[in-house]
């Protein structure tokens, strides 16, 4: 089951955000730029949490199914994954630390090791299937003149489930 970036959304206010066709683009570092000074001006980072639903079969062939690997599909340009959490309606499920992995950069065309999560177990999702991704948004440098600093686009989410 896959929903689109579109569908994701920041828990707090962001600096920008925006829907486009080919996902949901948000900054959240309030840093800006001083032309006199060439500085930047803000602080270093700032995280923010982003949320999506992901569509949950609740009964397949008589049985509940099982959940067992989730796909987040991003683009991050001085903004950082930290944590990634699962949610069984009110009830977290499942964590991922991502504070020692260097989850950033283009990872929204293919599946690879930073847009996969594995779980160990398999687990029975009895409501609906939340995830919660914080992110970590980098001020601007002056090497990247991006307004806000980091930015991140996601494209989509899912999951798979068996039977």
Known sequence: MWVHGTAFQPEE???????????????????VYDKLSHQWAGPLSVTHWFHVAVPTPVILDGVRPRFTRLFLLYHADQAWLRQVHLWDGPRRVHGFDLSGVNATGTHQHELDDLNTFRLDESRTIRFALGISVQ???????????????????FSAAGADFEV
Do not use: T, Y
């Open 135 to 153: 992110v970590e948004f980098q001020r601007g440098q002056l090497s990247n003149l991006h307004l806000g600093g980091g930015e991140i686009l």
């Open 13 to 31: 206010p962001v600096v920008f955000s925006a829907r486009r066709g080919w996902g949901g683009f948000f900054r959240g570092n309030p840093s």
